[in-house]
Each structure stands twice: as structure tokens, then as C-alpha cells.
């Protein structure tokens, strides 16, 4: 059976989420990750969000008449808010959570959080259930991003897994992210040591250096093997969603839309040659 392969609406750069929708069948997939965005925040991709925590039922619709328009289907959202231990962070997720219901997906992609001392854990913890509890209700599991924070590495990974033992608190592995974060981490090995708690996969290609922004489009890096990626995953049952983000390079010149959208192109041909969609 074939995976289910996505794609990250950050991956068309400010051309954002209408132009992921617009052109996503084009580059052979039919589902998208949705960003869902914070009111008021300024996104990292300068686009114009297509919702946020603030939406309201009439922007859902338009939402949901374009995801037809283009017969484009929704694997996932990507919730990430900020640190959960800020209660109003917590409040923020559960109303994006709202909207991902209110879409229709059983998956979001969120931020785990940070601590800045070992006493902050347990409120950390008491926050992340209740988020847990609230995806559970409307039947979402919340997949932690690999992020800075207690999700930062395998180790953190595992101990959160372990700590808080919900079964709708996930991993999002994120196969760039392990070495830009972390200065002595092996994807593979990561990947090995959390596989059974992982929901949902970021495929990002890099150098694997630390603090390297070079995620563009996969295989062109070449630091991460892909196909021993899905081997890894498979042979523990996950079928997806394996989300593409490519995130570009540090510094380099504004993209054209024709340029971000022939990098998922390149991705997804490259992930045919890995056999993902065999």
C-alpha cells in the first residue's frame, strides 16, 4: 500500500497556503499540511495566512470551497503556537484545534515546549495533557514538533513520551531538524530510538549541520537517506502522513512562486525514485 505523502502549505514561501492549494495536484500529490496561524503574529514566510486562531466560520468555508475547488484534501494542520507552559499558548492551540476539527483532520503538528528550569516541567506537563485531552475529544492527536525545548533530541523525546504516557500525544519527526538543533545527532538513529512514538514525519533534506538553514529540495543536500527513512518507518507500520517542508536556503534571493513550486516537484520526484508512493 502506498504511504500517504503531503506537503507543508510553508513549503510555497510567501506565496503561502492559496498557491500550495492552487498547485499542489500539479506536482502529483493531493493532500496538503495546513498552517493554521497565530492572530497578529508575523509569520517567518511573510505570507498572508489563510486562518487563524481568530477565523471565523465564513473564512472556514472559503477555506473548505477552495480545498474542492482543487480537489485537495487535508492530511494534517500545523498548530505551532509558541511554548504550552504559557497558559495563553494552551488557549491558542485549543482554538486552533477547533478549526482542524472543524476540517476534518485526526492529526496536528505542534510545539512541545521549553523549560527554563527542571521545577517548570510539571506544569509543562499538566498543560500538554490538557491539550492532549482536548484533541482527544475531538478525536485529533497532537504530534510534537522537533523542536528546541524537551523535544529537542531522541533522549528528550522519549523521556516526554515516556513522562507523560498519552496515547493523543505523538511525535512529529522532523529529519532536518535532529542536526540543525543538535550538534552531535545521527537521523537514523534518532529515528530508531522514538520510531514507535512517531504520528507524523517531516521529510526535510540538509547537510545535517548545526544551525545550517539549507532545507530545500530533497535529495538535493543529500545528507538524509530517505530511503532508509521509509524502511525504518514501514517496518513499524507508519503509512504517513509524510509531510514535505522545504524551507529554502539562508540568504538566498527571494523565490518566484514558479521556483518554490518546482522544488516540491523535484521532492516528490525524488521520493517516487525512494519508493515512497510504491
Known sequence: MAALVSCLTNSYGRFGPVAAIENIRDAGLEFLELSIKTHGVPSHFKETPLLTN???PS????VKDLLNQHQVQLSSCNITSGNPLDPEIVLITKQKLDLAHQLGVSLVVGG???IEQESQRDTLYQHLRDIGDYAAAKGITYCFE????ICVNSAGMLRTMTDLDHPHLRLNFDTGNINYYNR????????HEVVHFVKHVHLKDSYCKYKDWNFTALGEAGGVDFLQVRFILEDHNFEGPYSLEIEGIEGEPELTLEEHHHRVKQSVQYLIECGFFA
Open 59 to 62: 473564512d472556514l468555508d472559503r
Open 146 to 149: 522537533t523542536h528546541p525545548g
Open 112 to 114: 512541545a515546549g521549553e
Open 54 to 56: 481568530a477565523s471565523t
Open 184 to 191: 552531535h545527532a545521527n537521523v537514523l538513529e534518532s529515528l
